[in-house]
């Protein structure tokens, strides 16, 4: 009986190679795997529970989360609760519950009025007023929001400190 040694050393690099692509993609599984990495899995399975069970409407959870991101420049790139994390739109309420709501932050749209000429006076009337707005870093003159900073301030903090809304008459 004659062996054939081309067809065997064939054989034999065929299933070294299959092995080795089997023992490569078992590798990258079990590297992502919740064994391996368990904040992934914890990761994943919050943002299921907000996509599958208590998820607000998708439109309006995610004109919340912008509102919260424009806000706060800060949480927008974050590598879990940002834009570009693994909860996607539902990092920004995530944040808000664990840190914003504590840090006093405000998790709701934000008021987008329909003139924005005379919204540039307002703004303006309310910078001069109160300086102390015109300075924030969210609310000021080159704040995050712009020109809307000193409504959403007045709405959220100012009117319950008595400060006045409007141009002034005097």
């Known amino acids: 009986m004659k062996i054939n040694h081309t067809s065997y050393h064939y054989n034999f690099w065929v299933t070294v190679t299959v092995l ?3 023992c490569v993609i078992w590798l990258i599984g079990f590297l992502q795997s919740p064994l391996f990495r368990p904040e992934i899995h914890q990761q994943r399975l919050l943002a299921e529970k907000y996509s599958k069970e208590q998820a607000p409407d998708y439109l309006a959870e995610k004109i919340l989360a912008e509102a919260y991101w424009q806000r706060y420049t800060d949480v927008i790139d974050h590598s879990y609760y940002g834009k570009q994390g693994p909860m ?42 109160y300086p102390e707005v015109e300075k924030s870093a969210i609310w000021g003159r080159g704040g995050s929001l712009g020109i809307l900073g000193p409504r959403d301030y007045h709405h959220y903090y100012g009117r319950h400190l008595n400060h006045r809304w409007g141009v002034s008459t005097e």
């Open 20 to 22: 080795t692509i089997s």
């Open 88 to 129: 996607g739109i539902y990092g920004a309420r995530e944040h808000y519950k664990q840190h914003g709501k504590r840090e006093g932050r405000i998790f709701a749209p934000i008021i987008i009025p329909d003139d924005l000429a005379h919204e540039k006076q307002l703004a303006e009337a309310y910078w001069q007023r």
